[in-house]
């Protein structure tokens, strides 16, 4: 199994940059996608969702409006979109995929790093004047 993120750099605040995972290895549309971040010193935290069918996306508050993910099931792959950055979105930022499709999973899993079993490696984001 393998998730590859990439599309971090450096960035100047309100400036927008896409993330890209790319994935194989494991039934792709079966699996919710994820994408996480985690600055110096910070817990790992969930900024982003998407469902295994891509019928619902996930956000939370800090990034709403701002940030957006998506995923094609034709290319094993998944994105964030992510506008208007501010110096405090600088972190290292994860793809994550977790089984969905056929087990118990309520949109509170959907926010819980412990849901997802595949990981990337992390993409570095820089946000800053």
């Known amino acids: 199994v393998q998730l590859q993120a990439s599309g971090g750099g450096v960035v100047q605040p309100g400036e927008s940059l896409r993330l890209s995972c790319t994935t194989s290895g494991f039934t792709f549309n079966t699996h919710a996608l994820g994408w996480f971040r985690q600055a110096p010193g910070k817990e790992r935290e969930f900024v982003a969702g998407?469902?295994?069918?891509?019928?619902?996306?996930y956000n939370v508050d800090f990034v709403m409006g701002r940030f957006y993910a998506s995923r094609d099931n034709a290319k094993n792959a998944m994105y964030l979109q992510m506008e208007r950055l501010k110096p405090e979105d600088t972190a290292v930022y994860f793809c994550?995929?977790?089984?969905?499709?056929?087990?118990?999973?309520?949109?509170?899993?959907?926010?819980?790093?412990?849901?997802?079993?595949?990981w990337g490696q992390g993409t570095q984001v820089t946000v800053s004047s």
């Open positions: 998407v469902s295994w069918t891509g019928g619902r996306t």
């Open positions: 994550a995929a977790g089984r969905q499709y056929g087990v118990p999973w309520s949109d509170a899993d959907t926010f819980r790093p412990q849901s997802y079993n595949y």
